[in-house]
């Protein structure tokens, strides 16, 4: 949405001319999903109406249903399969949209989502399980790679991991930690789509046994489990994590409770006054403090996702590679 209110008509009237022109050029047959990410992206973020998106998104859908295999499976940056995504089902669009889902799988096969952050997965399986689809089987497989992906990234964010300089999957993981945010929008995605726990009060179908087994449910749920015990949501906002807590309880799922201000402040004392006691008076000051900081510490919005990438504005990106 444009931020200066005098320009909105202007901003306004050029999606409606982009749209409009796009509708009519043959050239898109050719667009691939990169050039559709960036487009509709763009568009959504300037606040198109979602009434010129959706007749967009009709045809962004149908000229990705008519490419081939080899043209679907060309690697992307792994922004654009989340970006596509999440523009589809933020505009609302309840059409089929089982084409998109598989040229996304395509790109995934061809690895484009093997550099993505905790930021990029969370977006695109939030979105997926938003958008209308015919083929199960494409969504459970966006599920199966972002589970086992999110799985290994919340392991290897945890201290036992992040301290380890040999390991690239930790490296990564300290560069880009999973946001509780994240955990708790897959945890909200999976409760839409139909999943249930393994061990949910209430009677889970075997269809839904099988497709949590098949997409790796328990092993995610599990992770999940760890990583909060390792203190991998300390940092986070109440608010944040009681929107875990709530989309675990969709889910039918339970998560440990998040300890008191209070107790973590007991521990903390406690630990320090051991150390003490154990005649290592230095580290248990550096121990105490420690602690105190990490007590303090505000959970940041990282609204790129801790991308390299520099974001261009609307009209350029879209421009680029339009023209590219």
């Known amino acids: 949405m444009c931020v200066y209110p005098c320009c909105a008509p202007l901003q306004d009237l050029f999606c409606q001319e982009l749209i409009t ?160 945010s994240v955990v708790a929008s897959v945890l909200s995605a999976l409760a839409s789509a139909g999943y249930r726990a393994p061990q949910a009060s209430g009677a889970v179908t075997v269809e839904q046994q099988a497709a949590g087994a098949e997409v790796g449910l328990s092993h995610w749920l599990d992770a999940v489990r760890l990583w909060l015990a390792a203190g991998g949501a300390d940092a986070a906002e109440a608010a944040e994590f009681e929107q875990l807590q709530l989309a675990a309880s969709a889910l039918g799922a339970q998560m440990p409770q998040r300890p008191s201000a209070a107790a973590a402040a007991a521990a903390a004392a406690a630990a320090a006054a051991e150390m003490l006691s154990a005649g290592t008076a230095a580290a248990g000051a550096a121990g105490a403090a420690g602690v105190a900081a990490a007590g303090t510490a505000v959970c940041e919005s990282v609204e790129s996702g801790g991308e390299s990438e520099t974001e261009a504005s609307t009209a350029e990106l879209i421009m680029a590679e339009l023209y590219r």
Not at 148 to 157: D, I, K, P, V, Y
Request: proline share 6%; net charge neutral.
């Open 21 to 180: 022109a796009v509708l009519r050029s043959p050239t898109t047959a050719q667009a691939d999903l990169g050039v559709w990410s960036a487009l509709l992206h763009g568009l959504t973020a300037a606040g198109a109406s979602h009434a010129d998106l959706r007749r967009l998104i009709a045809k962004s859908i149908t000229d990705l249903g008519a490419l081939s295999d080899e043209d679907l499976q060309v690697p992307v940056r792994p922004g654009a399969c989340a970006r596509i995504v999440w523009a589809v089902a933020s505009s609302r669009y309840t059409a089929d949209a089982t084409p998109l889902l598989r040229a996304v799988n395509a790109a995934m096969d061809a690895g484009s989502m093997q550099a993505a952050t905790p930021n990029h997965w969370g977006m695109l399986l939030w979105s997926a399980a938003h958008v209308s689809c015919d083929e199960p089987q494409l969504l459970r497989s966006c599920f199966k790679h972002g589970l086992a992906a999110l799985s290994g990234q919340l392991a290897a964010a945890q201290p036992a991991a992040a301290h380890s300089h040999h390991d690239h999957a930790a490296r990564r993981a300290h560069a880009h930690p999973v946001p509780c």
